[in-house]
Structures are given as C-alpha cells and as structure tokens.
C-alpha cells in the first residue's frame, strides 16, 4: 500500500512539473501554410459559408475531393495561371486547377 501511495505522488509531482519555459505548437503560427485561405483564386472554401472574393465562385469538384474559389472563364476570357500552372477552362464555363493553393489552410 505504501509502494502504492508513493508511485501516485510521484505521477502526481512529475505531471505538475513547470514546463512554461517551453512552448511548442504543433503547427508554424506564423508561416503562410497555418493561416486561413482569404478567398482567393483557387483558395480551398467552404461552399456553406463561402469566403471567395468577388468575381469568384466557392465550387466543389466532387470528383477530385476538393472546393475552390474559381472564375468563370470561356474562349475569350481564359483561366488566369496558378503560380506557373496553367489552369484549363471546363465545359461549364469554371476555371477548374488540379489542386487549391497549397499556401494555406481551408476556412
């Protein structure tokens, strides 16, 4: 019993030890990859509660599993480049990339 009570006050002691010097994150705060997409071009959205900016449409492409802020594009008005990717123009009139921007997390 006494061996007992020993171990749960050393736990105890060890699991309230002060760690406030260290402070860790499991994710860059401040890197562009941890903050919120701002409705960009090609930004991942939400299409309940759309964040894209105007002149775009929060659009899901269900088949390739992901939502994306695009432009309307057509023969005349082509899709604007995704970094250095060039970005095709699909039958329903949708700017449609082969993956969101990778800079930052979906809203």
């Keep these: 019993m006494r061996l007992a009570r020993s171990l749960i006050a050393l736990a105890l002691v060890?699991?309230?030890?002060d760690n406030s010097s260290k402070k860790t994150t499991d994710a860059?705060?401040?890197s562009k990859a941890g903050s919120a997409c701002t409705g960009l071009v090609y930004d991942s959205c939400n299409p309940n509660s759309s964040?894209?900016?105007t002149g775009t449409t929060c659009k899901t492409y269900t088949?390739?599993?992901f939502s994306v802020c695009t432009p309307t594009c057509s023969a005349t008005v082509p899709c604007p480049?995704?970094?250095t990717?060039?970005?095709t123009c699909n039958n329903m009139g949708?700017?449609?990339p082969?993956?969101?921007n990778t800079d930052c997390t979906s809203p």
């Design 14 to 17: 060890a699991g309230c030890s």
């Design 28 to 30: 860059a705060v401040d």
């Design 51 to 53: 964040n894209c900016m």
């Design 63 to 65: 088949a390739s599993a």
């Design 81 to 83: 480049d995704q970094g």
């Design 85 to 87: 990717t060039a970005v």
């Design 94 to 96: 949708l700017c449609k």
């Design 98 to 100: 082969t993956a969101p």
